[in-house]
């Protein structure tokens, strides 16, 4: 059974940095692509970034684009995303997810996680 499990979420100011993680379990993901997401209180679930199965390429949302860096170890079967110059508006639940292609606006698969709480305080 595939698990994702996120973490390295927490509360910090304005303009900190937070690096979240992704442990997946169940199955070697090293052939896919593999997205972040985020949801704010009372908003949809949204795409945030995106890493081609080999690390070579990446994907941003334009609202992200120049503070996030995703990257992966298909070694580890884990990937991560560094965000720096944080935001009030960065504030949600992050979640790690299989897409279909690291380009557009990637289709996440049916493998949601728990999700990692993220707060920004300003």
């Known amino acids: 059974q595939v698990q994702l499990v996120e973490s390295g979420g927490g509360l910090v100011q304005a303009g900190g940095s937070l690096r979240l993680s992704c442990a997946a379990s169940g199955r070697t993901f090293s052939s896919y692509a593999m997205g972040w997401f985020r949801q704010a209180p009372g908003k949809e679930r949204e795409f945030v970034a995106a890493i081609s199965w080999s690390g070579s390429r990446t994907n941003y949302a334009d609202s992200v684009k120049g503070r996030f860096t995703i990257s992966r170890d298909n070694a580890k079967n884990t990937w991560y995303l560094q965000m720096n110059s944080l935001k009030p508006e960065d504030t949600a639940v992050y979640y790690c997810?299989?897409?279909?292609?690291?380009?557009?606006?990637?289709?996440?698969?049916?493998?949601w996680g728990q999700g990692t709480q993220v707060t920004v305080s300003s």
């Open positions: 997810n299989v897409v279909r292609d690291y380009i557009g606006t990637p289709l996440p698969y049916d493998y």
